[in-house]
């Protein structure tokens, strides 16, 4: 029974104690005026069309607006007003990062005990780690783009030691190290195929592509073709000619680019020959062990590298920086790169954790996954780290739409038995602006377990990088768990800026337990129930979706305890 307490406790003990201590003493401040949004949602509204294309849906206010999104549009009106908090860094550890960007350059931190000069002037080893670390490149200014799926490295790893043996083969102590390289092996496979496969199809339509440019050359030598200038083709007379004309329009229409077209084709083709390729040495170019992780002195400071290519980082960045578009001296954004294709590597990934927290990094943003892990306890020694010196690490539920508690995924903060063994660590997964069946982003994972809130993910406004591949402008929409987890560290941020003598752990269960809960029934389609729906508040820990203005009034009120 007191067991049972403890665990009550310890999940609601943010609510509890700030209940407490409210009730004996007098909680006044200038925001005593303003009132938590206490309702819970537990049947389908309607939303105006003309509140859904409003820009920014996000930031809005379910009651105020019947949008459900974070209510920052709110707290800045109210909560914020007269503020002017401190300056917080935040590390976003990711693939590369467009630093000149309109929509974070002014944000972007750097180091004030460093010098551009080729000499490690801070001395954590880091030669000019000015504006951050790319642990996936050398001391020659060499960038490693792609690297392998950690279930490539496990096959490679063990393939020997385990060729033509089954399980009767097998010593109890190396069980565990077989079982995942059986998984690992069957998932290569399977993928493998796959990804041929798709590139095949690539290839077809890329070829008949390129056949269709020539085709056309003499009309066009430059390539340079529009709609019109297609239609005034003609095809009648020139029957050989329509299918090349219908090829050029129809990626015309889908505002496909040649630099697009070439972009996807070679990343297809990187897929098969490099990402799921047991002999492609994924390391080479960076020198260093991956598999020591006293291995430590390795990277180069070009976190910029091939950012047109590698945008997320940039993307994901600059949803942070929009919650902090009001307060804009208050937030420095410290990037970090790790491998932009592929799965990281978990020393890269440990590596990183500590350098975002010996750099002054108050909450730490990684929106990304992955299926298997070799060395996680590396990671959890680091997130221990980042825990004793109170960061807030948030990372993303994925974008795979599977229930995260029955197929595990990395990061994670359990060991091996299912032990959570850090408490400054959050899972986010992906809401839309629709308050009904749909609420849940169709891409979004989900676990009553492992996945700690849900923020909005679906159609938010992202910055591309300069000459971006896909011909993108400077701002276009984008979705994703990635983005989700960006928006709960951006909050976070604002907490820790306003209320700095908060702790990591107080700061997150005041995401939690502040957020806006949601009852009704929401699709989670499985293979056997397409419309298999499921209790919005059964998909997370806390069940609720991440507000911004409900966590800054009871950051306050924590803060006077």
Known sequence: ???????????????????????????????????????????????????????????????????????????????????????????????????????IKDYIWENPSEN??????????????????????????DNASTVNQEYVRIVRLYKEHFKNKTLADISQEEVGKFNLYIKAKEKLEDELKKEEDKLVRLNDYYNTYITAREALKFWFPDYNYNLETLNQIDTINNPELAPHVKEIKEVIEWGE???FNIHYNKKQNDRVHKVLNIDFNDRELVGDNPYDINDTIYGNNQVFAQANIFDHGTRVSSVITGVFRNYSENLKILPISKSPTGDYYDKDLALAIRYAVNKGAKVINMSFIKLFSLNNQWVLDAMKYAEAHNVLIVSAAGNLSTNVDDEIQYPLDKDSIGHEIVDNFLKVGGSSYTVNENLRAYFSSYGANDVDLFAPGYEIETAFPNHNTYGFPLYHTDSGTSLSTALVSGVAALIFSNYPDLTATEVKYILMDSGIAYTFPVKVPTKEDKNHKIPFDKLSKSGKIVNAYNALLMAERVSKE
């Open 116 to 141: 551009l000069n080729y000499r490690d002037d801070d001395g954590n080893g880091y030669i000019d780690d000015m504006y951050g670390w790319n642990f996936m490149g050398n001391n020659n200014g």
């Open 257 to 259: 680019t040649d630099e």
């Open 1 to 103: 029974m007191l067991f049972f307490f403890y665990l009550f406790f310890m999940k609601y003990r943010i609510l509890i104690l700030s209940f407490i201590v409210c009730s004996f003493f007098q909680c006044e401040s200038p925001n005593d005026k303003f009132q938590l949004i206490e309702k819970v949602f537990d049947t389908y509204g309607t939303i105006p069309d003309s509140l859904i294309k409003k820009e920014d849906w996000y930031y809005k206010d379910i009651l105020d607006d019947s949008i459900p999104g974070i209510s920052l549009e709110k707290a800045e009106k109210t909560i914020l007003k007269n503020r002017k908090g401190r300056e917080v860094i935040v590390a976003v550890i990711d693939g590369r990062f467009d630093i000149n960007h309109p929509a």
